[in-house]
């Protein structure tokens, strides 16, 4: 069974840093492509980053683009999120997702993705 935790939401103020980390189990990290999500409330679960399986391949979405790093370690299993510059309005709950299926690039699609993570909340004050 695949497993997914994140870790090193919390809180902190705008224009601060945290870095979010997601520990994957259970099955074969390297084959997987990564994404990172985020909802808050009242709002559609929205794509933020996602990197590729074994090319490194990254993509983020305009709004975090310059501020946000998505990074892997195939070797032990974890993907991770460098959150700098935070705002505001970065305020949500954060997700890893891992997709099983080979494609040119990470997709940005939830549906498309086969494995989550309970979350693990930021919280930017202004």
């Known amino acids: 069974q695949v497993r997914l935790v994140e870790s090193g939401g919390g809180l902190v103020q705008a224009g601060g840093s945290l870095r979010l980390s997601c520990l994957v189990s259970?099955?074969?990290?390297?084959?997987?492509?990564m994404g990172w999500f985020r909802q808050a409330p009242g709002k559609e679960r929205e794509f933020v980053s996602a990197i590729s399986r074994n090319t490194y391949r990254t993509v983020y979405a305009d709004s975090v683009k310059g501020r946000f790093t998505i990074s892997r370690d195939n070797d032990r299993g974890t993907v991770s999120l460098q959150m700098n510059s935070l705002k505001h309005e970065d305020t949500a709950v954060y997700y890893c997702?891992?997709?099983?299926?080979?494609?040119?690039?990470?997709?940005?699609?939830?549906?498309?993705?086969?494995?989550w993570g309970q979350g693990t909340q930021v919280s930017v004050s202004s």
């Open positions: 259970g099955g074969t990290f390297s084959t997987y492509a």
């Open positions: 997702a891992a997709d099983r299926t080979v494609r040119n690039y990470p997709t940005q699609t939830p549906a498309l993705y086969d494995y």
